[in-house]
Nanobody, 123 residues
């Protein structure tokens, strides 16, 4: 099993920045891809960004491209999401997820999920 714990959410004004972190524990050697998803009230969960655990391949959705950056620190077993130029429509619960196979934008391949962290962007 893999456990994922997110941190770094909060309240920020539009145009501001936040940095989310996700720390993995347990059978982390089985992780191939890490991703960040978000779910706003009344909307489906969507993939925001993803990164391969070893190769550095990345994916960013069009809605956040140029504003969000995903990175990893293998030594700390952490994946970070730097969010800049935040907009009110970025308000959501953000979830960290892990896949045991190459996944990136293939949502169905993510096996493990964190509890989520709230990000609220005020206008």
């Amino acid at each position: 099993q893999v456990q994922l714990v997110e941190s770094g959410g909060g309240l920020v004004q539009a145009g501001g920045s936040l940095r989310l972190s996700c720390t993995a524990s347990g059978r982390t050697f089985s992780i191939y891809t890490m991703g960040w998803f978000r779910q706003a009230p009344g909307k489906e969960r969507e993939l925001v960004a993803a990164i391969s655990w070893s190769g550095g391949d990345t994916y960013c959705s069009d809605s956040v491209k140029g504003r969000f950056t995903i990175s990893r620190d293998n030594a700390k077993r952490t994946v970070n999401l730097q969010m800049n130029s935040l907009k009110p429509e970025d308000t959501a619960v953000y979830y960290c997820a892990a896949a045991r196979v190459p996944a990136l934008a293939v949502v169905s391949r993510y096996d493990y999920w964190g509890q989520g962290t709230q990000v609220t962007v005020s206008s």
